[in-house]
C-alpha cells in the first residue's frame, strides 16, 4: 500500500471517530438534562405535597369566598390535577336574597393551574382559574335591589399557610376564564328575562384595580312577547373592577361583534359605574332590510337600511331603569342624524322621549330604502326633525319638522317643482302647517308659479294663504278657511285677488281642483263627459261644482275683469253658498258683484253665437235696422258699448237666481234688470229696461221706444227656455225712474273684507 493512500485512510478513521464522540456527548448532555428536569419537576411536586394539603385548601377557599361574597359556598371535592392543576368540584354559591336555597353561581368544576418555580421563592402564582360550565342567577326583586352580593377585595395580597410547614405563601392570581357559561336575568315584578348561553370570557393578567384585557364571546337570548330570539356577541377590550366598587367599574375599548343580521354589528363600548353607568358606544350596523328583523318577529315592513355608523352617549339610572341618550349620532350614506332623549322603565308600562334631527339630503332615489315612497316622484333635499314619546302604552308624535329646498314631487295629483319651504306636525298630525317660499304647483292644468304659501290644520279646521303667486302667468292671492273639514256640514271661507280675473279660466281652475280633489275622497269618482253645442258653458260647469263646499261663502275681487261679453276695472263680488253641489239643484245663498269702468262687447256678433244672448239683444238689433236714419247710435250701440258702473244683487234657492237689483250706469247706455233665471231647469222671466243717452236728434222715436223725459228707451221681457226664449216688448216710459232707482238702491255690502284682503299680508300661524 502506497504511503499516499495509508495517509488518507486514516483521516477518514479520524472524521468517524470525531463523529461518534460528538453524537455519544449530545445524547448524555440531553438525558442530562431531561434527568435534572425530572428530579427539578419532582423536587417540587413533593415540595408542593409537603407544603398543600387538598382538604385544607379546600375548606381555606370555602371560607375565603364565604367571607368574599356573603353567601354560603359549597365545594364537594378537590384534586391535584397533573403537576401543576388543583381542580375544585361541585362549586356554587347559594343565593340568599333573590331566590333563597338557589344557586347564585354554580359550576362543574373550577380549574387552578398554578407555576411550579415561583414556589421556591415563596410564591404561589396561579396562571389562570377557569370557571368550567358556570351558571350565573341574576334576579331583581320587586322592591328594586339585586340578589348580587357586594364583593369584598383585601387591600393586601392573599396569603397562605402551609399546615405542614408553616410557611407563608403570597398568592397571585395572573388569568381568569370562563367557559361554556350560562347568564340568567329575571326581573320579579315585570316577569321579563333574559339569558347569555355559550359564556366564554378570558381575563390577562387580571387586577381588579387597574385595566386589564378580556375576550368574550356569548349568545345573548331576549323573550320577546311569546317569541325567543338569539344574538351572537363577540367582543375585546379592557375592563377595571376597581377592587369590586361598582361606583369604580370601568370598560375601555370593548370591541364587540354582534351577529343580529346577515353581517355582524361591530360594537366599541366605554362603561363606567356600575351602578349607575355611564357609557359611549360607536356602531358600525351593515346594511339591512326589514326582513332581517326577525329578532321581534314583527311582520316585513318592506324597507331597508344602508350600511350607517351609529355613536351615543348616556347613563344608566335607577337600577338601570331609567336610561338618559345625551347624545346619538347616526351616519348613514348621505344622512346624518343627532338625537337625544330618555327611556324610563320605573314605569309600568315605561315610558319614553326622544328627539332627533338630521342635516340636509338628498331625496332623489330614497325610494330604493323605503318603496312606497316611490309613487311621489321625489328630488331635491330635505332636514327633518321630530320627537317621539310614549305615555300609557302608546307611541306619540309631538312634533315633526322637515325642511326642503328646490323639492320636486307628485303629491296626491298636486305636481310640485322646485320648491323651498317647511312642513311641520305636532301632536300625530292632528295639528299641521306648512310653508313654501319659492316653487311651482301644477293642479292638472292650473300652475301656480312663484309659490308664497302658508296652511294649517288644527282641531279639524284648514287654514291656508297664498300671499302672493302666478296662476297661469297672472299675479294671485288667497286667504282660505275650512272649518270641520271631515263634517259633511264643513264651512268653506274664501278671499280671492286677480291682478286680471277671467271667469271662464276661475272655472277651469276650479275644474281642475275638483278634477284632482274628488278621486281623493272617492276612489274611481268621475266626471261627466264634458258636452259642446249650445249651453256648453253652463252644463259643463254645473256638473263640475265641487261636491266638497256644502256651505262656501267670501269675496272675490280683480283689478280687471274679462270675458267675451263685457270687461271692466275694479271687480268686486261677495257671496255666501250652501248646497253647492254637481247640478246646482241644492245652490242657495245671496251674491254680490261689482264691476267699474268697463265695456259691453259685440252684442250683435255674441247674439249670432248664443241663442239666449240672441234673444236678449234683439231689440237692440231691431232698433238698429229700423232706425236707419240715425236718430241714435245704435251701430256703436251694437259694438263696444263704455259703462261706468255695472252692480248686481241676487240670491239663489236650489238652483234658482232671484234677482233683488242690478244695473249698469254708463255715457251711452244704463240699464236695470229684474227677474229671475232658473240655472237648472234652463229658464228665466227677467225684464229688462235700457236708456240710450248718447242719440241725435234727428227723427222721431216711437212712443213706446222713449222714456218719460223723452230719452230713446227700451222695456223687455225675455222669458221661457234658454233655448228658445219669448221675447215681449214693454213700454218705456218708467225706464230712467226704475234706473235711478236700482241705481239709489245699490248693493248690501261696501266689500270692505275684500279692501282689507287685498292690502293686508295674510299667513297661517306655526
Excluded at 421556591?120 to 335591589?145: A, C, H, K, M, Y
Excluded at 315610558?351 to 338628498?362: E, G, P, R
Excluded at 237689483?661 to 251711452?668: H, L, R, S
Excluded at 214693454?730 to 261696501?750: C, D, H, P, V, Y
Aim: proline share 3%.
Amino acid at each position: 500500500m502506497s504511503k499516499k493512500k495509508k495517509k488518507k485512510r486514516s483521516f477518514w478513521s479520524w472524521v468517524w471517530r470525531f463523529i461518534k464522540s460528538c453524537v455519544v456527548l449530545s445524547l448524555r448532555t440531553v438525558l442530562f438534562t431531561v434527568m435534572l428536569l425530572l428530579l427539578i419537576a419532582a423536587g417540587l411536586w413533593l415540595l408542593f405535597l409537603k407544603t398543600f394539603n387538598a382538604q385544607h385548601i379546600s375548606e381555606l377557599i370555602t371560607e375565603e369566598l364565604q367571607k368574599r361574597l356573603d353567601r354560603p359556598v359549597i365545594i364537594s371535592s378537590l384534586d391535584l390535577k397533573f403537576i401543576n392543576t388543583v381542580e375544585l368540584k361541585g362549586f356554587s354559591v347559594v343565593d340568599t336574597e333573590g331566590a333563597p336555597g338557589y344557586a347564585l353561581l354554580s359550576a362543574d368544576s373550577v380549574t387552578l393551574q398554578f407555576k411550579l418555580l415561583p414556589l421556591l421563592d415563596q410564591q404561589l402564582i396561579i396562571d389562570e382559574v377557569s370557571l368550567n360550565s358556570p351558571r350565573f342567577n341574576i334576579v331583581r326583586l320587586p322592591d328594586g335591589t339585586y340578589n348580587m352580593p357586594q364583593i369584598r377585595t383585601p387591600k393586601e395580597k392573599s396569603v397562605y399557610t402551609s399546615e405542614l410547614t408553616g410557611r407563608k405563601l403570597a398568592v397571585s392570581v395572573e388569568d381568569w376564564s370562563v367557559h361554556n357559561g350560562v347568564l340568567s336575568y329575571k326581573d320579579l315584578a315585570s316577569g321579563v328575562s333574559h339569558a347569555i348561553y355559550g359564556l366564554n370570557m378570558h381575563f390577562e393578567q387580571l387586577r381588579f384595580n387597574e385595566l386589564s384585557r378580556f375576550q368574550a364571546e356569548m349568545i345573548l337570548r331576549n323573550k320577546w312577547g311569546d317569541n325567543i330570539s338569539d344574538m351572537e356577541i363577540k367582543g375585546t377590550g379592557h375592563v377595571n373592577f376597581a377592587n369590586f366598587d361598582w361606583s369604580k367599574f370601568a370598560l375601555r375599548s370593548l370591541r364587540t361583534q354582534v351577529f343580529l343580521f346577515q353581517k355582524p354589528v361591530d360594537l366599541l363600548i366605554d362603561l363606567d359605574n356600575l351602578r349607575t353607568p355611564y357609557f359611549n358606544v360607536k356602531a358600525s350596523v351593515p346594511a339591512f332590510a326589514s326582513k332581517d328583523l326577525s329578532l321581534f318577529h314583527e311582520k316585513e315592513l318592506g324597507f331597508s337600511i344602508p350600511k350607517a355608523q351609529l355613536t351615543a352617549q348616556g347613563k344608566l339610572e335607577q337600577d338601570y331603569r331609567l336610561l338618559t341618550l345625551s347624545q346619538v349620532s347616526v351616519s348613514a350614506a348621505d344622512v346624518q342624524a343627532q338625537g337625544s332623549g330618555t327611556l324610563d322603565f320605573t314605569q309600568t308600562p315605561f315610558t319614553a322621549d326622544l328627539s332627533a334631527k338630521t342635516n340636509f339630503f338628498k331625496l332623489a332615489d330614497k325610494h330604493t330604502y323605503y318603496p312606497d315612497i316611490r309613487q311621489y316622484k321625489l328630488t331635491g333635499q330635505a332636514a327633518v326633525s321630530a320627537q317621539l314619546q310614549r305615555q300609557k302604552g302608546k307611541f306619540s308624535l309631538p312634533l315633526l319638522n322637515v325642511q326642503g329646498k328646490d323639492v320636486s314631487g307628485l303629491f296626491y295629483g298636486f305636481k310640485a317643482e322646485n320648491i323651498d319651504g317647511e312642513f311641520q306636525a305636532k301632536q300625530n298630525f292632528s295639528d299641521l302647517y306648512a310653508r313654501t317660499t319659492a316653487g311651482k304647483v301644477t293642479v292638472h292644468n292650473s300652475v301656480f308659479d312663484k309659490l308664497d304659501l302658508s296652511a294649517s290644520w288644527r282641531k279639524g279646521n284648514l287654514y291656508a294663504y297664498i300671499a302672493s303667486t302666478e296662476l297661469n302667468k297672472v299675479p294671485f292671492k288667497l286667504s282660505l278657511s275650512v272649518n270641520n273639514l271631515k263634517s259633511a256640514r264643513r264651512k268653506i271661507r274664501t278671499s280671492i285677488y286677480w291682478k286680471d280675473l277671467d271667469p271662464l279660466a276661475f272655472i277651469d281652475t276650479v275644474k281642475d281642483f275638483v278634477t284632482v280633489i274628488t278621486p281623493l275622497l272617492k276612489k274611481g269618482a268621475k266626471f261627466k263627459e264634458p258636452v259642446e253645442g249650445e249651453l256648453a258653458w253652463l252644463r259643463n260647469f254645473r256638473d263640475r261644482l265641487p261636491k266638497f263646499m256644502p256651505n262656501f261663502a267670501g269675496n272675490l275681487t280683480a283689478d280687471t275683469f274679462s270675458t267675451q261679453v263685457l270687461s271692466g276695472n275694479r271687480f268686486s263680488a261677495e257671496f255666501d253658498f250652501t248646497g253647492m253641489s254637481a247640478g246646482m239643484k241644492n245652490l242657495s245663498g245671496p251674491l254680490e258683484a261689482r264691476l267699474e269702468g268697463g265695456v259691453i262687447h259685440q252684442m250683435e256678433k255674441l247674439a249670432e253665437e248664443q241663442q239666449a244672448l240672441n234673444i236678449t239683444f234683439q231689440p237692440f238689433i231691431l232698433m238698429h235696422r229700423m232706425e236707419r236714419a240715425g236718430s241714435f247710435k245704435v251701430g256703436q250701440v251694437l259694438k263696444d258699448v263704455p259703462f261706468n258702473d255695472m252692480a248686481v244683487s241676487v240670491n239663489f234657492d236650489k238652483g234658482r237666481m232671484q234677482i233683488n237689483n242690478a244695473y249698469t250706469v254708463g255715457p251711452t247706455i244704463s240699464a236695470a234688470v229684474s227677474g229671475w233665471t232658473d240655472w237648472v231647469n234652463e229658464n228665466f222671466d227677467i225684464i229688462i229696461w235700457t236708456m240710450f243717452n248718447n242719440t241725435s236728434r234727428s227723427g222721431a222715436l216711437a212712443e213706446n221706444l222713449t222714456d218719460e223725459s223723452g230719452n230713446p228707451a227700451l222695456a223687455f221681457r225675455v222669458s221661457s227656455s234658454m233655448l228658445k226664449p219669448k221675447l215681449e216688448m214693454m213700454r218705456a216710459k218708467k225706464t230712467g225712474q226704475t234706473i235711478r232707482t236700482a241705481q239709489e238702491q245699490g248693493l248690501n255690502t261696501s266689500f270692505k273684507a275684500a279692501q282689507e284682503f287685498i292690502q293686508g299680508d295674510f299667513h297661517a300661524k306655526k
